[in-house]
């Protein structure tokens, strides 16, 4: 059974910083594209930051350009998400999504999603 199990939500200051993880079991995303999506209350699930199979070509929502970055481990099958001067507006459940088909970053391209890690930023 494959899973993705994120980590490291919570409660944070504006301007404070959060690591997600994500561990992944029963196969390897070694060969696959993987990202970071998030969806807020009363929105759609959306992109955040993808990262290509070899982990050299990274991609990101303009509004975290600069402040987050995704990372990977294909040696320990994780993936991880580092998120730097959050913003109120980045408040969301993160999910963690393994192989992305196609070249977009399109949320119904996603074959295997996490559960979930809430993040949630005061002002």
């Known amino acids: 059974q494959v899973q993705l199990v994120e980590s490291g939500g919570g409660l944070v200051q504006t301007g404070g910083s959060l690591r997600l993880s994500c561990a992944a079991s029963?196969?390897?995303?070694?060969?696959?594209?993987m990202a970071w999506f998030r969806q807020a209350p009363g929105k759609e699930r959306e992109f955040v930051a993808g990262v290509t199979w070899s982990g050299t070509s990274t991609y990101y929502l303009d509004s975290v350009k600069g402040r987050f970055t995704i990372s990977r481990d294909n040696a320990k099958n994780t993936v991880h998400l580092q998120m730097n001067s959050l913003k109120p507006e980045d408040t969301a459940v993160y999910y963690c999504?393994?192989?992305?088909?196609?070249?977009?970053?399109?949320?119904?391209?996603?074959?295997?999603w996490g559960k979930g890690t809430l993040v949630t930023v005061s002002s």
């Open positions: 999504a393994g192989k992305i088909r196609g070249s977009n970053w399109n949320p119904d391209d996603v074959d295997y």
């Open positions: 029963g196969r390897t995303f070694s060969g696959d594209r």
